[in-house]
């Protein structure tokens, strides 16, 4: 879309606190059942009650608190369930579920893997497992699946090479959610586009100015710290099935629709498995796809159930609130009131909100969807652009979850190292610096904007 929509009024809702109480149950339950479980011992613990399940009671508590007639309060809540912008969010999911499914099927991931250990010398291991890591992540659109692809054979590399375990998992931990912020397939860039009104391709411009330098820094301690004193073994390379990932890649940084890119990489992937595979057949394939819609089940019943939800609380007049008391902190802090220090503080808000989010929620995809309507109504009223809110939200969103130790990326990475948490945490290098250069971008841009607008004062 060239143009960003409008966003609802909030303001010409009334304000009201308590209309917050429906989030509050939601983050409550999803919270304390997490917590619970935790202090239980059981695996997984934030991930045993499933999102969409813990939305139930709180859309319940919203229809109970609306003023309108229950007849009204379900039509509104279907409104926010069918919005277009959520009805894209779902079916971009499902294409990308379903490309993520047939490339792996058709050995994408292995042959990805295989590439970046063929050319990796012996001296450059853990920069090249980094790379490996961010590559796929960012072809897959997911930092659990390349975790999941990715974890088995860092383990193996660092016990053969002799390298730190858990740096190794840190390395792979960067690696993914370099990827998944940056990934067009990604759901948190799906659900930050989407929720702020702006292109995938202007969002990545905009998020790789930030993300990049910390990659670099990033690579640069991995390779000072890289010990392997031999390179693991490696089959031939297989660029037919690398050909899909790449193309999308492509595709999608040229600014093609991203339905035509998700369309175009699952026939790819398919015709690959189809030419290269000899019990793969056409009744596969579509088993495959089926199966990456599958996959996309709890994410995308989440986003429906939680866009109800949202245009109930924004009708009632609980976003007003929340946007005012934001508002408020940021001409509180803002010098001398000006735009140029309203929109560095309102950036500096949505950073928070989204941090906060995700912090309770252990889930950065949910963190964005919860808090985009918020940070979008203060984006559009601080002159904040629609490509930069949803670079931030999807940046801090991930560093957060990068540094969780009850994140289901580090707990994954902790079942396949035999780590702790917080052993893994403490090698997540690159979500340190990205929350770092995000932050210095933040300043950096602002000042930068204040000595132009003096200058032009003077002349």
């Not at 304000?15 to 989030?23: T, V």
């Not at 090249?128 to 699946?145: E, H, K, N, Q």
């Not at 992937?269 to 579509?286: E, I, R």
């Amino acid at each position: 879309m060239s143009t960003r929509p409008t966003a609802p009024p909030l303001q010409s809702q009334p304000s009201n606190g308590l209309a917050l109480l429906p989030l509050v149950v939601f983050l409550a339950l999803f919270i304390g059942v997490g917590a619970y479980l935790t202090y239980q011992g059981v695996d997984f613990a934030f991930y045993q009650l499933p999102a969409p399940i813990a939305t139930l009671p709180a859309i319940v508590v919203a229809i109970i608190l609306s003023k309108e007639k229950l007849n009204k309060a379900i039509e509104q809540f279907l409104h926010g369930v069918g919005h277009p912008d959520i009805i894209a969010m779902c079916m971009i999911y499902l294409l990308a579920g379903a490309f993520a499914a047939v490339a792996k099927a058709s050995g994408g991931v292995d042959a990805t893997v295989n590439l970046g250990l063929s050319l990796l010398p012996t001296s450059m291991i853990l920069p090249g497992i980094f790379l490996i890591s961010a590559f796929i992540a960012t072809a897959m659109g997911t930092s659990m699946g390349t975790i999941a692809a990715v974890a088995p054979v860092a383990l193996g590399i660092a016990q053969s090479a002799g390298m730190s375990v858990p740096l190794t998992a840190g390395v792979v931990l960067s690696g993914a959610m370099f990827g998944d912020n940056l990934s067009i397939i990604s759901d948190t860039t799906i659900a930050a586009t989407r929720s702020q009104g702006c292109e995938m391709k202007d969002k990545f411009r905009e998020n790789i100015r930030i993300a990049l330098p910390a990659a670099i820094i990033t690579l640069i301690i991995f390779a000072f710290s890289s010990t392997a004193t031999q390179t693991p073994p490696t089959d031939s390379i297989e660029w037919l099935k690398i050909a899909p990932y790449l193309a999308i890649l492509v595709l999608a940084v040229s600014g093609v629709n991203v339905f035509v890119v998700l369309g175009l990489g699952i026939v790819m992937a398919g015709s690959v498995s189809l030419y290269s595979l000899d019990d793969y057949s056409l009744t596969h394939l579509s088993k495959d796809i089926y199966a990456g819609f599958g996959n996309m089940q709890e994410i995308f019943l989440l986003s429906m159930l939680i866009g109800g939800l949202s245009e109930l609380m924004r009708q009632q007049g609980g976003l007003t609130f929340l946007t005012q008391l934001v508002s408020k902190v940021i001409s509180r802090f803002g010098s001398q009131h000006s735009s140029q220090a309203n929109s560095r503080a309102s950036e500096v808000g949505i950073a928070g909100l989204v941090s906060l989010t995700n912090i309770c929620t252990a889930n950065n995809t949910v963190a964005i969807i919860v808090s985009g309507s918020v940070a979008r109504q203060l984006a559009e009223e601080n002159n904040v652009s629609a490509k930069r809110s949803a670079s931030l939200l999807d940046i801090f969103s991930c560093v957060m979850q990068g540094l969780l130790p009850y994140g289901a990326q580090v707990l994954l990475l902790g079942s396949v190292f035999g780590l702790s948490p917080l052993q893994i945490i403490a090698n997540s290098y690159y979500c340190m610096l990205l929350a770092l250069t995000a932050l210095v971008s933040i300043f950096i841009k602002h000042q930068g904007r204040k000595h132009q607008e003096r200058s032009q004062a003077a002349l």
